[in-house]
């Protein structure tokens, strides 16, 4: 009999460097909290101590601006300073899972587009963040690492400090990124891990389409946020979701309600940070679930413009103690995908766990496009175009047979076939795992 298995992922929202100086954290709290002070060391300190009288809110104010929280990865060599230690297989293997494995890391990548402004300095232009995880993996031999999807939309006014939930604001940036990916990279999308932890019915509806795995359950008992930022179910509203480490497939109309969707969503919390933060009692709740079902997962998220280190060391001590509580239950550091693959291997067996594979083919001015074998998550292949001018399309294809052939017509009323560079296309299968091809006219 197979041992019951959790799986344990840590998830990081990786947006590259990011600065933030002493007028702007003290700006920070006054949008936060109304709290106007002078901008300097001393009252930062002093904020920290809670030796300024603000009214009932000095604990969560010293909460924001503690530290660690203010302890940033300004530029890409403090990056890379933590990633030189963290990547490497000493601090991987401070504890081993029970396949003997060390630990492993989901890199959800953005890409910073389309800011008025760029105060906090942040390394704006498509790929950016995205290559460069790729390029020190592949120099570190990280190959139990994963690279996967990260989203932030854009406020309505695209002001670099806001934060936003509507992907159909910021489509002119979305889908040209992941045309990219498929043209450029030869990479598509399984895996998300929402901006904010934030979900709305037309982000919902996105992922629905394309990406069979999110990470973005934020829910937990605990008493309605203080903090004025996340009150009444503003960005991250996870109130009516499962309080699960099994997943489950959401509803079409609500997210955080169990139904018949394709994809999975799972719960994931927060460490080193100021809220939803995951405790040992979660990790008993996993451990009591995978013993029922199987099979769990416990995500935590963080981000790569803090160190993680600590993150990670904390969630060792808090393995080590729930370890031997569970004697029978095995943990196994996994990738955010992998972690999903296998979980619903074991909880909804049968599946067809192949990835697509595509046919492309050009008869004159139109592109066939057929699904030659395995399994397709969303109902069509994304079909990405690069013009001759360096411009990147997405459109819809025209469905010949359900699910297995597709085409489109490149004319006047699309773009003309001689106007184009590159055609791709690229989907996620079933259970994960991508696919993509590429033709050139």
Not at 111 to 122: I, S, T, V, Y
Not at 274 to 289: G, K, N, Y
């Amino acid at each position: 009999m197979t041992a019951p298995i959790v799986h344990i992922v840590h998830c990081i929202d990786t947006e590259g460097p990011l600065d933030e100086d002493l007028a702007a954290t003290f700006q920070r709290l006054g949008a936060l909290f109304d709290v106007w002070i002078k901008p300097t060391r001393a009252n930062l300190k002093k904020l920290q101590n809670r030796e300024i009288a603000l009214g009932g809110a000095e604990t969560e104010v010293a909460r924001v601006i503690s530290p660690d929280l203010l302890k940033y990865n300004r530029n890409w060599q403090d990056v890379r300073t933590m990633l030189d230690d963290a990547l490497g297989p000493a601090f991987r293997n401070e504890m081993l899972d029970d396949d003997g494995n060390g630990w492993v890391y989901s890199w959800h990548c953005v890409d910073h587009l389309g800011l008025r402004d760029n105060p906090r300095h942040k390394d704006l232009g498509y790929g950016n963040v995205f290559r460069f995880y790729r390029d020190i993996l592949a120099e570190t031999d990280s190959t139990r690492d994963e690279i996967n999807w990260h989203f932030h939309p854009l406020s309505l006014t695209r002001e670099p400090l806001s934060a936003a939930t509507s992907y159909y604001n910021n489509l002119d940036i979305l889908l040209p990124v992941i045309a990219r990916r498929v043209i450029d990279d030869r990479w598509f999308p399984t895996t998300n891990r929402p901006g904010f932890h934030a979900e709305r019915p037309d982000c919902h509806a996105f992922l629905e389409q394309w990406i069979p795995f999110d990470y973005a359950n934020q829910a937990l008992v605990e008493a309605e946020s203080i903090q004025k930022d996340t009150q009444a179910g503003r960005f991250g509203d996870w109130r009516r979701a499962p309080q699960t480490w099994q997943g489950y497939h959401p509803h079409h109309d609500d997210h955080q309600s169990p139904g018949n969707c394709r994809r999975w969503i799972f719960r994931c919390l927060n460490l080193g940070t100021r809220f939803r933060l995951l405790t040992i009692d979660h990790l008993r709740e996993a451990f009591r679930e995978a013993r029922a079902q199987g099979s769990a997962i416990v995500a935590f998220a963080d981000h790569d413009y803090r160190d993680i280190r600590p993150d990670v060391r904390d969630l060792r001590d808090l393995l080590h103690r729930v370890r031997d509580e569970f004697g029978d239950v095995q943990i196994r550091f996994s990738g955010a995908e992998q972690a999903a693959r296998a979980h619903v291997a074991v909880t909804e067996p049968g599946l067809d766990q192949e990835p697509p594979s595509f046919g492309l083919k050009l008869e004159e001015n139109r592109l066939h496009v057929e699904l030659e074998y395995g399994s397709l998550f969303g109902p069509q292949p994304f079909l990405a175009i690069k013009s001759r001018q360096g411009i990147y399309y997405h459109d819809n294809l025209d469905e010949i047979t359900a699910a297995r052939h597709w085409s489109y017509v490149f004319d006047e009323q699309t773009l003309p076939l001689d106007a184009i560079e590159v055609i791709g296309i690229g989907a996620s299968g079933r259970c994960g795992r991508f696919s993509v091809a590429s033709i050139e006219p």
